[in-house]
């Protein structure tokens, strides 16, 4: 049942489009719906532009030029890390669009380098200089920006289309409403405040105010993303680990922990001792770029007087749960629309399984992603309003935000944030619980979780600013409920999500899993797109051919 909107608001603003967060997603969906023609505001949770993972370090971007055989191996190089469940449509998608875009930038002036050939090199961005270009552009494009005003709940209209959101201004204290037609989330992923670098923001609001409206989340079983990171630090830019040699306490080499799996060999070690690394495969002449490309890498070693090349520093990983993880709002089609109408998702927000299945990393595949699906979202929400323009006025909206919202007289005690938020990560970052799944684990953790969520369903808040606090405690303890419910379905090792009385991947379970619900949490699974299955199944035989030199039969 709807509530009845009874806040004084301090803002009162009508949109055509709304975009909630303003990273690069955000700020690109902002862009391209401004540039369609509508009147766009965006909402951000800090100062956009210097928020979020993005913003606070360099990003690869899967930048691959139209040549047919560079963009088959880039679209083959994760198919099966992926656990083959990606669609190399919306794989094509992406790449074409990440093209166009990155182009783009070049031409409102960002500056990339140029490689040995005195050519371009576009496969990297900085986030400071990218996400200052971003907030030009968009302010440029006439978007009018709200700096340090979360978005709690989103408005609903009396036909279930999505009516813009409310939300508070952390400066001032005071609520703010905009009522738009259409409604893009772009918040992020959720690191259930792990302090990986520049993920103190992103904690899941956005998943929790689209499934509030009656939106569903997919591979949320593709979250148990950690990052490697030095112990007294929050960088967890993993690049220049490739160079690295992992030690014990001793000395002593640690066998596998600088492989493909070696974050898994890693976090088996830190179970019982302290892990150690050196950069010293990194070559002298290569240390000067290194310090050039990723400065911020740097920067806690030479606080501390380490030379990471020279010396041993001791390391730990950081859960960045599906902010590097896979899954997130469930995408109906092209548009980047959700299941509710008028609600468009877009970046880590949404689901990347379309394009990478069950395993990514950072920047690479999701900064394109970011891009891509900004753009499509934000042109996709203008034509959306075009569509209404003949329709009778925006009616009646009213807020379906639950945790935190009731009014005090409908709470029994206070809620606890510090205390919620504490619990929930003892379920969440433990390597033992979330990294190494089991049946008899997850089903444990997710009790608790479920007995979390009904304490908090029954608390109340007395000021703005810790309701700001509670509903990010609330939708991280929602996204780690819809991550359980999910890896429990999942009963193999696919992907990201390693479940240790499965070990293996399972063909009957090449499938998407759905997942939605707030007080009873509820999971399906989706076929695959049978096009992109057989696309996948030809690969593989390509693959096979060029193996063997000859025909497959």
Not at 64 to 74: G, K, L, S
Not at 127 to 140: A, H, K, V, W
Not at 197 to 202: D, E, F, R
Not at 525 to 537: D, G, M, V
Request: aromatic residues 8%; contains cysteine.
């Amino acid at each position: 049942m709807l509530k009845t909107l009874t806040t004084d608001f301090e803002l009162d603003l009508q949109a055509d489009v709304l975009v909630i967060g303003g990273g690069p997603a955000g700020t690109w969906a902002a862009w391209s719906a401004a540039s369609s023609g509508a009147r766009v505001v965006l909402v951000d949770k800090g100062y956009c532009g210097t928020t979020g993972c993005a913003a606070a370090s360099g990003n690869g971007v899967w930048y691959v030029p139209p040549d047919p055989e560079a963009r088959e191996t880039a679209k083959a190089s994760r198919e099966s890390l992926g656990g083959f469940l990606s669609d190399r449509h919306w794989m094509d998608r992406v790449l074409n669009q990440t093209y166009v875009n990155v182009n783009q930038l070049a031409e409102w002036g960002y500056p990339f380098p140029t490689d040995d050939e005195g050519k371009p090199y576009r496969r990297s961005l900085q986030g400071p200089e990218y996400m200052r270009l971003m907030r030009r552009q968009i302010q440029r494009a006439g978007v009018k920006i709200l700096d340090h005003s979360p978005a709690l709940e989103l408005l609903v209209g009396e036909d279930g289309a999505i009516g813009g959101a409310t939300g508070v201004n952390r400066q001032t204290g005071g609520r703010w409403m905009v009522r738009s037609r259409a409604t893009i989330i772009a918040t992020g992923g959720c690191a259930f405040l792990s302090k990986a670098l520049g993920c103190n923001v992103l904690t899941g609001d956005g998943y929790l105010m689209a499934a509030e409206a009656g939106a569903e989340m997919s591979g949320m079983e593709f979250s148990n993303a950690y990052g490697i990171s030095p112990a007294f630090s929050s960088v967890t830019k993993t690049l220049f680990y490739n160079w690295a040699t992992f030690t014990y306490e001793d000395g002593t080499v640690i066998p596998g922990a600088g492989s493909q799996r070696g974050r898994s060999v890693i976090a088996q070690t830190l179970l019982q001792q302290p892990v150690y690394a050196i950069l010293d495969k990194a070559t002298q002449s290569m240390r000067p770029s290194m310090r050039l490309a990723q400065p911020n890498f740097f920067l806690p070693f030479d606080r501390a007087g380490i030379d990471p090349f020279t010396q041993r520093f001791p390391v730990t990983l950081r859960l960045e749960g599906t902010v590097r993880g896979t899954g997130g709002i469930r995408i109906v089609d092209e548009s980047c629309a959700t299941s509710v109408r008028g609600l468009y998702a877009a970046g880590d927000a949404a689901t990347r399984e379309l394009i990478c299945g069950g395993f990514t990393g950072g920047g690479s595949h999701n900064a394109a992603w970011a891009i891509s699906s900004g753009y499509w979202s934000g042109q996709s929400a203008a034509e959306y309003i075009r569509s209404l323009k003949e329709q009778k006025a925006q009616g009646r909206v009213q807020g379906v935000g639950e945790v935190g919202l009731k009014s005090q007289s409908d709470r029994h005690h206070k809620f606890a944030t510090d205390e919620v938020i504490h619990a929930v990560q003892a379920e969440v970052f433990p390597y033992e619980k979330n990294l190494f799944r089991t049946e008899q684990g997850l089903t444990e953790s997710l009790g608790r979780l479920n007995h979390l969520w009904q304490e908090i369903r029954s608390s109340q808040v007395t000021s703005n600013q810790e309701l700001i606090r509670a509903r990010e405690a609330a939708a991280m303890v929602a996204t780690a409920r819809w991550m359980y419910s999910s890896a429990i379905e999942r009963k193999e090792t696919r992907g990201m999500h390693k479940h240790l009385d499965y070990p293996e991947q399972d063909p009957n379970q090449q499938h998407y899993l759905i997942s939605g619900g707030l007080d009873q949490v509820w999971v399906k699974t989706q076929p695959l797109n049978t096009t992109a299955k057989a696309e996948i199944f030809q690969s593989k035989i390509q693959n096979l051919k060029s193996k063997i030199g000859g025909a497959v039969v």
